[in-house]
């Protein structure tokens, strides 16, 4: 059986943090039991006890410890690809233990299991800013790579918030964009639409870039909407792109900071909780939470959403509110 590391001594809540404890990802756990162990001094949570679980051991060990930890809430790394996923994800259901996951890439059996992901959404990333453009007057016109699953969802989020008022969408074939012509339509059409209403145009990786910037010689008032990821926002000033926004959390988020947050929302449930035995209703607050990266609330399919500040480079143009 594997040992189980005790963090902090307590009988109140019982927390199972599920971690690869071995191979490439042994360091990048250690850091986050630090984590974990800063946040319950920094909350005051001695009421919280805290044993990891190796989820690198073989589907009996992990299922067997986890039955001695008994645990009221586990919070886990990623299960994909692990062969313990499967086993893992059916002991929890079967005994309606809730359970937050770092990443986003759920995958529920049952609608009414008690999982939630912590990580950001990227589709919310992108939505929140063509939001923004949408209430300050802008189309938004669409770039995306075709046969992308995350730029399907990406579109979906965009067409399912009434709120944006999407103009056009064009998905391009990636291994023909170095055509000159091959977006010439899709940059004429908004150039005549410019003429009548503003435009922006959101995108989703840093391939098109250099074309944007092209375009804006003629036309330097149209708004590029751009996903807060660091490769693609360092190839845009490096482009010298200018009109940008892209929305971002009051600060840089990372497996860490998701922790953070995991064990910051567990500690203010069961504090509101009592002694009753957490369900899915108690993670489903319509205020959401404060963790350290900002607001953040669940929503009933697992996923959940962040307030974004707006931003352009070097400067804040709307900071995030703090409670939904």
């Not at 009051?250 to 900071?257: A, F, P, V």
């Not at 953070?260 to 369900?279: E, M, R, T, V």
Request: charged share 25%.
């Amino acid at each position: 059986m594997l040992s189980m590391q005790t963090l902090v001594a307590a009988s109140a809540t019982n927390v199972s943090l599920l971690l690869p404890m071995s191979n490439d990802e042994k360091e990048k756990s250690e850091s986050i039991i630090d984590v974990v162990e800063r946040v319950l001094n920094d909350i005051k949570a001695d009421h919280i006890n805290v044993s990891v679980i190796d989820i690198n051991g073989s589907e009996k060990d992990v299922l067997s410890d986890l039955k001695s930890s008994s645990p009221d809430v586990v919070v886990s790394s990623s299960l994909e690809g692990m062969v313990t996923e499967d086993g893992i994800l059916r002991y929890l259901e079967a005994n309606q233990i809730c359970a937050l996951f770092f990443d986003s890439k759920l995958r529920l059996s049952q609608k009414n299991a008690c999982f939630f992901a912590l990580a950001p959404m990227i589709e919310d990333n992108l939505k929140a800013s063509a939001k923004f453009a949408s209430d300050d007057g802008y189309e938004i016109n669409v770039l995306l790579e075709k046969d992308s699953n995350i730029n399907t969802k990406i579109l979906q989020a965009l067409e399912a918030d009434r709120k944006i008022n999407l103009s056009y969408v064009q998905f391009y074939d990636a291994s023909k964009i170095s055509d000159d012509w091959y977006l010439a339509d899709f940059f004429a059409g908004i150039m005549s639409k410019a003429a009548n209403k503003k435009q922006a145009i959101l995108i989703n990786d840093d391939k098109v870039i250099q074309y944007l910037k092209d375009f804006q010689r003629y036309n330097n008032n149209i708004l590029i909407i751009l996903p807060h990821n660091s490769q693609i926002i360092n190839v845009a000033k490096e482009y010298d792109l200018e009109n940008v926004v892209f929305s971002s959390l009051n600060k840089d988020i990372d497996i860490k900071s998701i922790a953070y947050d995991g064990i910051s929302i567990i500690n203010y449930i069961k504090n509101q909780a009592s002694n009753k035995k957490l369900n899915k209703q108690d993670f489903l607050l319509r205020n959401g939470f404060c963790g350290i990266t900002g607001a953040i609330r669940f929503l009933p399919d697992g996923s959940n959403q962040r307030l974004f500040e707006i931003s352009g480079f070097n400067t804040i143009i709307r900071p995030a509110k703090k409670i939904f």
